[in-house]
């Protein structure tokens, strides 16, 4: 096998894609960040989706850009994004510092409690906000699914290298 041959995929980037999704449209809104973030358009970048209860620190580790998906609940992040972060917080501290994210957030009247809840603990782990958070009150719109797509496409076009 050749230098090159081996070498293949070094270079490539991955995004993780975090998502809690309790109904279908929720659902819409995932599948939406997942097309803008693999739009062919956007070279050299994986695109790793998982559910928040299911998402390891091993995940996170590996992946150098991510898109968090969850309902507000109760004024607050979902439980299970909230678990999410309970189990990475620690062990992805040191390690992914700087590195870019973006967030969507569904709900039935309002977000704001959420999105603030997700922004003190990725403060706290140092990630980088590279887009505003799409914010999707009651049935997904067409406009709705475009931010979704904007912001797969957005965080993961941030992952290119040149
Ligand atoms: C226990 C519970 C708490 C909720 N709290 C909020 C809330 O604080 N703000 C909000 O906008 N929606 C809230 N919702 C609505 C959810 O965000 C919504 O059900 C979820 O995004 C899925 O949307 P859907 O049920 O319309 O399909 C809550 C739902 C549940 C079940």
């Not at 994004?81 to 009247?109: A, M, S």
């Not at 999707?136 to 290298?161: E, I, K």
Request: with cysteine; net charge negative; aromatic share 6%.
């Amino acid at each position: 096998m050749s230098p090159e041959a081996s070498n293949a995929g070094a270079d490539r980037r991955r995004l993780l894609i975090v998502h809690h999704t309790p109904s279908p449209k929720v659902d819409t809104l995932v599948e939406a960040v997942i097309e803008g973030a693999s739009t062919p358009d956007i070279e050299g970048v994986d695109v790793n989706v998982r559910a928040a209860l299911s998402a390891s620190s091993a995940d996170v580790l590996g992946a150098h850009g991510y898109v968090l998906v969850t309902p507000a609940n109760l004024g607050y992040m979902s439980g299970g994004l909230k678990t999410f972060f309970d189990t990475i917080y620690y062990p992805c501290l040191r390690e992914t510092q700087g590195r870019p994210y973006g967030l969507l957030v569904h709900g039935n009247d309002d977000v704001d409690g959420a999105i603030n809840s997700v922004a003190k603990i990725v403060k706290g782990l140092g990630w980088q906000q590279v887009s505003q958070p799409v914010r999707c009150v009651g049935d997904p719109s067409s406009n709705d699914r475009d931010a979704a797509w904007d912001l797969g496409a957005t965080v993961a076009a941030n992952l290119m290298t040149d």
